[in-house]
Structure formats: structure tokens, C-alpha cells
């Protein structure tokens, strides 16, 4: 089974604040994606990334594949408390598409 | 557009209890999925389905069944429940097996507390 660790596991800050979010693995990805999820529901994707090196943009979230394809960051510039909720990652393995591996979540918390 | 709709939102069972978990998506999607979700543990793979009629395991399989007789549906079985069981448990939905262009669809969750 492919491990993808992410960390920080919690992070609490204050609006207008710059955070990242690490997901790391010994493995090699097809790709990688990125979910929010908030309280009673299901996780939302937020962005995939394929390509080794590929940085994305998502208004103020900037996510990053690793050049090697084993890992991935999310940046979010001047956090909002909109921006509050669970942040998974989640990577295909080059050998089972199907199969998404998640991280365990960043928990993050914007306060006003 | 519903998506993928799960109910119940809520249960208890008592330990040696069963029942079931059902699952339902209005994409014409071919796979569906179920996870379990436990604090600090991220998303696990129960079982998923590439369609009709064809089941297969995933990370951690023991003490569910499932069945896919339909596209749209895949209800997940808990036959004697124990409280390791007690979770959130999500069920999703993708078009095809290629993760990149094909993402995930999450329902809401049932969140089971067996006691």
C-alpha cells in the first residue's frame, strides 16, 4: 500500500495569513489530487495534477507537483475563514488508476 | 442534480446488528466506491466497483459485503456489527478508471455509531 503523509495534521491561523500543506510519499503518482471537505460533507476536488514539476492555480491556492511525481504542496495566499475545512490529497498509484491512496488531512482553521 | 445520494445521514446499531448502507448516483457513472473515514486516518477503501455485477476488495474489506445489480446503485452490507465499525462512511462515484481526467464524486456521508 502506498503511504502519502500530509502535514501539518492541524493548522490554526489568523485571516490574511499565508499557509502550506504538505503531501509526501516514497511513491510515485500518476497523478495527484487535492479535496476540501467540511463538516458533514462528502469531500470536493480542488485540482489534479499529472505532470512532474506542473503548478496550478485556483484563485489564492497554489498546488505543486513534485518533479519526481512523489509529492505535492498547497499554498493558499491571505487565508479567508472560507477557506476553513479538511484538506486531503489523494494519489493514483502508476499501477492502479482506480485506487486512490489519501493522505490523512490537514485540518485548517481561519479565524476572523 | 443529485450527484451521489446516501441515506440514512445517521445511525446507531447495537453490536451484532445489521443492516445497510445504501448508495445511489444519477452520472451513468461505471465505478463507485466506498470509504470509511475515521479521525486523523484520511479516506479507506472498503470495496469499489468498475460496474455492473463486478465487486472487488479494497484496503479494509472485513465485515462488509456489497453488491452492484444496477448502475446506479451500490449498497454497502454490515451483517454483525462491531464497534470498530463505528465510522463516516462515504460513498463515490467516478466515469472511468483514469484518476486525472475522471475525479471522484462524494456523497454526504452516514455517519454509524455501533455501541
Known amino acids: 500500500t502506498q503511504l502519502l503523509e500530509q502535514s501539518p495534521q492541524f493548522l490554526s491561523i489568523q485571516e490574511g495569513e499565508n499557509l502550506t500543506v504538505y503531501c509526501n510519499s516514497s511513491?510515485?503518482?500518476?497523478?495527484l489530487q487535492w479535496y476540501r471537505q467540511e463538516p458533514g460533507e462528502g469531500p470536493v476536488l480542488l485540482v489534479t495534477?499529472?505532470?512532474?514539476?506542473e503548478v496550478k492555480k485556483l484563485k489564492r491556492l497554489t498546488f505543486q507537483f513534485g518533479d519526481a511525481r512523489k509529492d505535492s504542496s498547497l499554498h493558499i495566499t491571505a487565508a479567508q475563514p472560507g477557506d476553513t475545512g479538511l484538506y486531503l490529497c489523494?494519489?493514483?498509484?502508476?499501477?492502479?488508476?482506480?485506487?486512490?491512496?489519501f493522505g490523512e488531512g490537514t485540518q485548517l482553521t481561519v479565524n476572523p | 442534480n443529485a450527484g451521489v445520494t446516501q441515506t440514512p445521514k445517521f445511525r446507531i446499531l447495537k453490536i451484532g446488528q445489521s443492516m445497510t448502507l445504501q448508495c445511489a448516483q444519477d452520472?451513468?457513472?461505471?465505478?463507485m466506491y466506498w470509504y470509511r473515514q475515521d479521525p486523523g486516518m484520511g479516506l479507506k477503501l472498503i470495496y469499489y466497483?468498475?460496474?455492473?455485477?463486478?465487486?472487488d476488495k479494497g484496503e479494509v474489506p472485513n465485515g462488509y459485503n456489497v453488491s452492484r445489480s444496477t448502475t446506479e446503485d451500490f449498497p454497502l452490507r454490515l451483517e454483525l456489527a462491531a464497534p470498530s465499525q463505528t465510522s463516516v462512511y462515504f460513498c463515490?462515484?467516478?466515469?472511468?478508471?483514469?484518476?486525472?481526467?475522471?475525479?471522484?464524486?462524494f456523497g454526504n456521508g452516514t455517519r454509524l455509531t455501533v455501541t
Open positions: 463515490a462515484s467516478s466515469y472511468g478508471k483514469s484518476s486525472y481526467n475522471s475525479p471522484l464524486h
Open positions: 495534477v499529472v505532470t512532474g514539476g
Open positions: 466497483s468498475v460496474g455492473a455485477g463486478i465487486t
Open positions: 511513491s510515485v503518482f500518476s497523478s
Open positions: 489523494a494519489g493514483a498509484p502508476e499501477t492502479s488508476g482506480s485506487r486512490l491512496t
Open positions: 452520472m451513468n457513472h461505471n465505478y
